[in-house]
Structures are given as structure tokens and as C-alpha cells.
């Protein structure tokens, strides 16, 4: 781990306490279905997902609470692997015994969506264009169907009817996550009794999907990208570790960038002699992007864009139709200093509840991270949530 990636990690620490740190262990498991139907109506072969559970399944199985996960992130959201883990999952802070998803009182589950950016990730199960396609035995590419956030809800539903569970206490999410969690509230509206968005919207807007296409565009420009069809030759490795610098980047604010980035600037000598040479912080995030490169794949970032720039909740002809199928009770928590989802989307959702005369209620995290806040200052909205899940 780089400098820069061990400063993130620290700072991110630091603003947990010691009782925050996760002391339990959890194992990854899979979920299998076969010829699945997508909303944009082709079918999938076979679909496999990884998933974690936290606390135990009541004899009910009405204390369940899904977690959603974010676009760069999968299904650990809570615990550790293994005791040599050197951080738990993203949102150990809130997630575990005694804390505000509590594992004494509910059972979690979190699983990897579809086409999951990181597939060659060790600790990640996904089906995606990197997967073989059984009709021609080779990677599906840009032969793998479109897929939407309601595909990557309908997989977790096949999930947690394979297991016998029919309702939803809650479902959780952070920023893509949240995206996911929403649309469960409007898919299945009679088996969500609450829903939580982090950091999210309700639907991308012109702006958002733009900004969105940054993180595409690097790709699809590397000439190895070769329309996608690289997976018997060199990857599009620049044109991902582009993509990445840019995810990297958007997802902080300039209070947290600049700190962790100090000892750059506008003084440096090499680049005022050498145009080809990088400023400091340049190199530090290109070097930050490069380390999780390794395990993304390139197609499968284009699809997760395409995905979030298609999001509208409920998928029909306006925002509204589709917030009006809602029944269950909504939590909006923004982050004051998002730029990347920035906080009037989520606001938008929730006047529109309000409006409608649904329970919502709205807060907005502050903090010095923006989009990351969502993950290392979820913590402040602790009780909060804790309350809103009684």
C-alpha cells in the first residue's frame, strides 16, 4: 500500500473508536441462478454473487437488514476474514454487535452486485462481460446485456428467497449502493419496511450523468480497449488506472485532498522544465489508482456507468411516478460537501416523499471528506440511525 493509500486508511481509523474496530469474523458465500431475466429483457446464462451475513437469522426471518454497496465497493461491508486483516469492512463503524445495525438484534446481509468493478478481486464473486459466456466458451465483452440498478435488486431478491426470506426490516446503502436501496423501496414495496440512502439520489440528472462519463470515456479511448474485446490480449490497463484517478478523486472534497496532499504544488521544479513530468500529487494518485486497477476490470466500469447513468427510481416515465409506489419508511443522509453526488439530488427525492405523504425524513452528514463521508464519517449519524431502525 502506497503513501497515499495508507494516509486514507489512518485518517480513516483515527475517526473510528477503538470499540468501532471489528473483532468479528465473517466468511464469503455464493449465491447461483440461472437464466436470468434482465430489465432490459435479455437473458443472463448464470449469474453467481458473493454475500456476507453479520448476526443470526430470527426463526421468523423477519429481522433481516440488506446492505447495498457502493460503485468501487463490495459485499464486506462489516468484520474481518481473517485476524492478519489489516481493516474491516467499510462500514464496521455502524455494523456489528451493539452498534447502530446491530448484529444482536439483526441479521445483515450484504452481497456483490453484478458486473462488480473489481472482479479479479480475490474476496469478490461477480458475473459480468469479464465472465465466459457458456455459448461461445470466451468472455462475453460487449456481448454481456446492458444492466440496470433493478437487475442488481432482483438478484439480491433471488438471493434472499433462496433463503427463505420474504421481507426487509430495513435496506442500507451508500452512494451506488443507495441507488440500489431506493429502487428496492419502489420494486418491492410491500417487503421494505425501511430504506436508508447515503450519500445518494433518485434519479442521475444531466449533470450527473456527464460527470459520469468521465470515468467511461479514458476507457473506451485506450487503444487496447479495442471496443472490448481484449481479454486474449494487453487489458486497457492506462485507460482503467484514468478511469480510477478520476472515480479517486471526484469522491473527495478539496479540505481532505489538499491536507493529504500538501507537500504538492505550484513550486515544484520539475514540471516547469520537463512538460512530460507530473506534479507530486499527480503521481501520488496515479500510483493510489494503479493498486486498485489491478483487480477492476475495464468493461465491467463501463457497465457500472452505464447502470448509475440510467438510474431513475422505479425506471418509468418521471421520478414522481415512480416514488409514488414508496411504502416504506425513508432516511436521506447526504453529505453537506458531496460533489460528486451532490446533496439536492437526495433532497429531491425526499420532497418529493414528503409531498406524497410518505414518512421521510432528511439530514445531511458534515464533514471534510464529501462523497467519502458517506463511509468514513457515517459514524456522526450513528444514533440517528440506530433510532430510525427501532
Same mark, same amino acid.
Given at each position: ?56 437469522? #430470527?426463526?421468523?426471518?423477519? *429481522?433481516?437488514?440488506? =446492505? +447495498? ?7 464486506? $461491508?462489516? @468484520? ?35 458486473? #462488480?468493478?473489481?472482479?479479479? *478481486?480475490?474476496?469478490? =464473486? +461477480? ?7 457458456? $455459448?461461445? @466458451? ?253
Amino acid at each position: 500500500m502506497n503513501i497515499w493509500l495508507t494516509s486514507i486508511a489512518l485518517l480513516f481509523l483515527m475517526g473510528c473508536s477503538q470499540d468501532a474496530v471489528s473483532s468479528q469474523f465473517v466468511e464469503k458465500k455464493e449465491f447461483v441462478t440461472e437464466n436470468f431475466a434482465t430489465h432490459g429483457g435479455e437473458t443472463i446464462a448464470e449469474v453467481r454473487v458473493g454475500w456476507e451475513a453479520y448476526g443470526t437469522l #430470527n426463526a421468523a426471518k423477519d *429481522n433481516v437488514i440488506l =446492505i +447495498t454497496h457502493f460503485f468501487s465497493g463490495n459485499s464486506h $461491508a462489516a @468484520g474481518r476474514y481473517a485476524e492478519t486483516d489489516p481493516f474491516p469492512g467499510y462500514w464496521d463503524a455502524i455494523i456489528g454487535p451493539g452498534k447502530a445495525i446491530d448484529t444482536n438484534k439483526f441479521y445483515v446481509i450484504s452481497s456483490d452486485t453484478l458486473v #462488480n468493478q473489481e472482479p479479479h *478481486n480475490p474476496n469478490v =464473486i +461477480t458475473t459480468g462481460p469479464a465472465s465466459i459466456n457458456p $455459448a461461445t @466458451g470466451k468472455p462475453y465483452g460487449l456481448d454481456f446485456p446492458v444492466v440496470t440498478i433493478r437487475d442488481f435488486v432482483n438478484v439480491q431478491k433471488m438471493l434472499l428467497e433462496s433463503l427463505g426470506i420474504e421481507r426487509l426490516h430495513a435496506v442500507v446503502g451508500a452512494s451506488m449502493g443507495s441507488l440500489q436501496a431506493l429502487e428496492w423501496s419502489v420494486a418491492y414495496p410491500d417487503q421494505v419496511d425501511r430504506m436508508i440512502s447515503v450519500i445518494g439520489m433518485g434519479e442521475s440528472d444531466p449533470w450527473t450523468i456527464a460527470t459520469l462519463q468521465q470515468w467511461a470515456n479514458p476507457i473506451m479511448a485506450d487503444p487496447n480497449w479495442n471496443n472490448g474485446d481484449y481479454y486474449a490480449a494487453e487489458p486497457p490497463t492506462a485507460g482503467v488506472t484514468q478511469a480510477v484517478m478520476a472515480i479517486t478523486l471526484q469522491a473527495q472534497h478539496p479540505l481532505i485532498f489538499n491536507q493529504l496532499n500538501a507537500a504538492s504544488s505550484a513550486k515544484e521544479k520539475a514540471p516547469l522544465h520537463n512538460i512530460r513530468s507530473n506534479f507530486a500529487v499527480v503521481d501520488q494518485l496515479k500510483a493510489a489508482a494503479g493498486a486498485r486497477a489491478t483487480y477492476a476490470d475495464a468493461n465491467h466500469i463501463l457497465y457500472l456507468v452505464r447502470a448509475n447513468q440510467l438510474f431513475m427510481a422505479g425506471h418509468g416515465e418521471s421520478l414522481e411516478a415512480g416514488l409514488s409506489r414508496v411504502k416504506a419508511a425513508t432516511l436521506f443522509l447526504p453529505a453537506a460537501n458531496d460533489l460528486l453526488l451532490q446533496p439536492y439530488l437526495a433532497q429531491r427525492a425526499h420532497n418529493i416523499l414528503k409531498q406524497q405523504g410518505n414518512t421521510t425524513d432528511y439530514e445531511e452528514i458534515q464533514g471534510p471528506w464529501g462523497h467519502l463521508d458517506g463511509v468514513f464519517t457515517i459514524a456522526t449519524k450513528a444514533e440517528k440511525i440506530r433510532l430510525f431502525l427501532q
